[in-house]
């Protein structure tokens, strides 16, 4: 049995070839602050760790 996906990662699988940029600005204009808040969050804290290979970020 395959349980329903949150509408969030349903809008994110469906919008996966815009970039950041775009997808912040649909999270605007479908009030989806959270959302924005979320990713703006990633954008800033944790992709820049991805381009140093930050060793802390292994699971």
Do not use: C, I
Request: aromatic share 10%.
């Amino acid at each position: 049995e395959q349980r329903p996906q949150s509408p969030t990662l349903e809008f994110l699988l469906r919008n996966s070839q815009r970039t950041v940029g775009q997808l912040m600005e649909l999270f605007r204009l479908y009030h989806r602050a959270d959302v924005e808040k979320v990713l703006r969050r990633w954008v800033d804290e944790e992709w820049p760790k991805r381009e140093r290979g930050d060793p802390s970020r292994h699971f």
